[in-house]
């Protein structure tokens, strides 16, 4: 099959505001713990890039929009372009991969598997405990009342919402450093997301992200570093919601081929391999003061915003935003046995 047009599937800031408005209203929260919509640059940024590549491209809204029409759909694309993320839900990243493989339209990104796992911090941070992949010491907490039983000594500890991504619900206040602290802190998240929660050591050191675009056959391996506005080491500081929001953070190139940083280097390709059928992704980790390195989060639902990291760690090694998405198309276009036009 030849691709022609392509169809965007996405949540917007308005879509998210039709349905958070009782959420907001009932659980008295902030429209931020609803923030997986996609920015209107990231959108017009996405689109141009395909109709530079050639393709038609067609706005086809939210995964509840695609099934509703899915019959027209199938008739008006060849190929989806996924970058839904869902709202709340534990599976919200797996609706679109879900909705597409039962209808047949070949797609971007990640299958409804990885989509889940990627998703759920309890299930990846297993994963990788059984694979002697290095992370940070944690617990899985479900009864936030079972939580004042915890003995541990691993102060500073880290709370974070277990199902959430793109650091939604966590806060420049999330690290707690003592057991007051830690169950004030962990009341306040749970009771805002109402949603489990991972409790891990704080790493105190250098933070690291790491992309990988492609598959087994061809893929790109490139890794910064966020720096404070000094130019030094984060060390006791972290990537909370806000600071990604406003880029308050540097963000380097380090080259993930340099000696120190193999071990890196094949263990994201590694963890990245095993969940492929995906097209991208990005890894978490932090560096302690000894050298030794934790993942943190495997991502399958990036940001494709020009200006966010993805994008910014591409220009940085010589791939520019066009030459991005064509990769990802590329590498999905193998997995489907498809043709590109």
Not at 179 to 192: F, P, Q, S
Not at 262 to 276: L, P, R, T
């Amino acid at each position: 099959m030849k691709v022609r047009t392509i169809g965007i599937v996405y949540e917007s800031k308005e879509d998210a505001l039709k349905i958070a408005s009782s959420v907001v209203e009932k659980e008295h929260v902030s429209i931020d713990v609803m923030y997986h919509w996609r920015e209107r640059e990231e959108i017009q940024a996405v689109t141009a890039a395909l109709n530079k590549l050639g393709f038609e491209v067609r706005l086809l809204g939210t995964p509840e929009d695609i099934i509703n029409n899915i019959n027209i759909i199938k008739k008006q694309v060849d190929f989806i372009f996924n970058m839904s993320s869902g709202f709340r839900k534990r599976f919200r990243l797996s609706k679109v991969p879900a909705i597409c493989e039962a209808a047949g339209i070949p797609y971007s990104g990640a299958d409804p598997y990885t989509m889940t796992v990627c998703q759920n911090k309890h299930l990846m941070k297993s994963l990788w405990d059984k694979m002697n992949i290095p992370t940070a010491p944690w617990v899985f907490v479900e009864d936030i009342s079972k939580l004042k039983r915890l003995e541990t000594s691993h102060y500073p500890l880290i709370i974070k919402p277990a199902f959430e991504s793109n650091s939604v619900g966590i806060n420049a206040n999330a690290v707690a450093y003592n057991k007051d602290e830690l169950m004030l802190k962990a009341e306040t998240i749970y009771g805002t997301l109402h949603q489990p929660l991972i409790i891990e050591k704080f790493i105190s050191g250098r933070e690291f992200k790491v992309f990988v675009i492609g598959n087994k056959r061809e893929k790109f391996t490139g890794m910064i570093e966020y720096l404070k506005s000094n130019g030094t080491s984060l060390n006791s500081e972290f990537i909370y919601f806000n600071a990604k929001l406003n880029g308050d953070y540097r963000e380097v190139k380090r080259d993930i081929n340099l000696k120190d940083y193999k071990h890196i280097k094949s263990q994201c390709e590694a963890i990245y391999d095993m969940f492929i059928p995906l097209d991208y992704g990005s890894f978490d980790i932090r560096v302690d003061d000894e050298g030794n390195h934790y993942f943190l989060e495997f991502n399958s639902d990036v940001s494709l915003h020009p200006k966010k990291a993805m994008a910014k760690c591409c220009e940085l090694y010589g791939i520019d935003y066009v030459s991005m998405v064509k990769r990802i198309l590329k590498s999905a276009a193998e997995r489907w046995d498809i043709v590109l036009q």
